[in-house]
């Protein structure tokens, strides 16, 4: 945080800001990281503030026309097939749970399209409950740090659940991902900027002569 703060105060996530928002609760966290996969936060947040201006909660969204989803999400990638998703996963939310978003993470990856990262996601974002979120940006960062050598996110996750005190899994994603986006980027790191450099393995591979 405090490199960032230091070349640029760093804009929210998108999932931060549903948090901070909290119009829809953990509804519109699921279906805001179920939107995101593949899309910038930008968008992402634009689509989800439409999408809940039209339909307030599970039951509206499962009774909605996939053709009016579609125009409203059509600005973010795949579309098509995540018009069809949501709308799924909220006849389950509303049939099912009655409305309310299980904070159980075997019954959230019950749901289709939903992955460990997204079931993580809703804890942590709506349910302010330890989780470790691992999407790409997480994923490269703990690698390049030297936290974990792993090839997949399922692998990080629980990597880092070993290695790290469970106080701090909230954070991790949040913290991880703004610095993914404006520091650790995937290519072209500003590793001349990062105050964490002297400790990551990357930048010592990458320097060494």
């Not at 659940?161 to 701090?168: F, G």
Request: hydrophobic fraction near 35%; charged fraction near 30%; include cysteine.
């Amino acid at each position: 945080m405090d490199t960032m703060n230091s070349v640029k105060p760093p804009r929210m996530t998108a999932l931060r800001e549903l948090h901070e928002a909290e119009t829809g609760g953990p509804f519109s966290i699921l279906i805001g990281t179920i939107l995101s996969a593949r899309t910038k936060d930008e968008s992402t947040t634009k689509v989800v503030k439409a999408l809940f201006a039209k339909y307030k909660n599970a039951k509206e969204l499962a009774n909605a026309k996939l053709k009016d989803v579609e125009k409203i999400i059509r600005p973010i990638g795949f579309y098509h097939v995540k018009s069809k998703r949501i709308i799924e996963v909220a006849k389950i939310i509303d049939s099912k749970y009655r409305g309310k978003v299980p904070d159980d993470l075997d019954k959230l990856v019950e749901l289709p399209g939903v992955g460990r990262k997204t079931a993580n996601c809703v804890l942590v974002y709506a349910y302010d409950k330890p989780a470790i979120p691992v999407d790409i940006h997480v994923h490269r960062i703990s690698n390049r740090l030297g936290l974990v050598e792993t090839k997949t996110p399922e692998d990080t996750e629980q990597e880092l659940m070993k290695k790290i005190p469970k106080k701090y899994w909230i954070e991790i994603n949040d913290t991880f991902v703004m610095y993914g986006q404006n520091i650790c980027k995937p290519v072209s790191p500003m590793c001349n900027v990062c105050k964490i450099n002297k400790v990551c393995k990357f930048y010592k591979t990458r320097n060494a002569s």
